[in-house]
């Protein structure tokens, strides 16, 4: 078991960037307040130098401000906290003096050397030199320009509710995301089941064309055959073959489909013409059957996908009806509706139809209405799980229903 839960850990990090956000916060607040105070003061001061300038003895100035004269040089010409200036030095280096000589007025908080208590200093250019003017930093002045704790007190009460609240929110998340993780290994195990079912299925179906294709060939062999008998097993072994290549490609399709469906490439494909190209390849079958075909698909139809598997669709779905609806039938292929995002398609033939609770298992990998018919009409079952897997690669649905008076039609749609 880990030493932390997913929960606890979450909360950590929401605690660590919050507490972070909320800190800077404060502090830049804390700052922006003492910046301004100060910004008060120097401007109270800067009021103080000008009137100093005009009367250095102003009975309007407050008892304990000191106000000092300076020359270009750094020489202090007066002071109001010295009896003799003649014992100061030089205050050319004074920081508040160097950014009056830069900006035209200058500031500093520090420790006066010659009355040896601290001043926030504040000096002001003049036409001969510097005015300026200090009040003493005692605890008054500090506790003036420290910040108000209200703005903390009210930011900690804050930080403290949402710790609550951020600990709701990933108990939450928690849960959703051991929930998800359980989905996830459920999911897993299904498609580990599915591909298990699958393998066994695919063996199932490719054990009987490699036997029926080994038999025939050990009996051509083996035995004394008359040219009609070796012929005849020689197609069955061809015709073995050919759904076995048939079962092969179908199951290379469709694992595609699946697992790597990003592969496919997309274009500009016209319906029509892939349609009219399936019924050219099934003319022999379509004679041979006395089918009547119809494609009913307006001609220059473009739907942006994949060729082959626009292929698959139609083709499978042709086959289909041509293998199971039976002799004498009408095959119809045709657009039966569109919007601004789907064209809607139906194949339909006028053959006997399938049982109505077969109507959706179809769809489904190797599912046969007549396992022993359909082995011996050479389909592999997956067929309708290609077009299945196809539509839902083009962004669409597919279902079959049972006519009112007969036969089955399979609807689908393909965005456009």
Known sequence: MEKFSY???????FFIVFAIFTLTVVIYQQSREKQYKRQLIEEQLDIYCNIAYLNHFDTSLPENIRITVIDEGGKVLFDTRMDSVALLENHFNRPEIIGAKIKGVGSDIRLSQSVGIPFIYYAKKTENGFIRTALPYDVEMKDFLHAENSFLIISTSLFLVSLFFLWRIADRFGRDVIRLQADVVSEQKARIGLKSEMTNSIAHELRTPVSAIRGYIETLLEEDLSPETRRNFTVRAYDAAVRLSDLVRDVALITKLEEAENLFKKEEVDVYEIVGGIIEEFTTKIN??????????PKYLIVTGNQTLLYSIFRNLIENALKYAGKWITIKIELTGEDDNFYYFSVSDTGPGIDDQFAERIFERFFRINDGRSREDGGSGLG???VR???MYHGGKVSAQNQPNSGLKVLFSLKR
């Open 7 to 13: 929960k606890s850990r979450l909360f950590f990090y």
């Open 288 to 297: 041979e059957n006395s089918v009547k075909i119809e494609n009913l698909v």
């Open 384 to 386: 309708l799980s290609i």
């Open 389 to 391: 897997h196809a539509v």
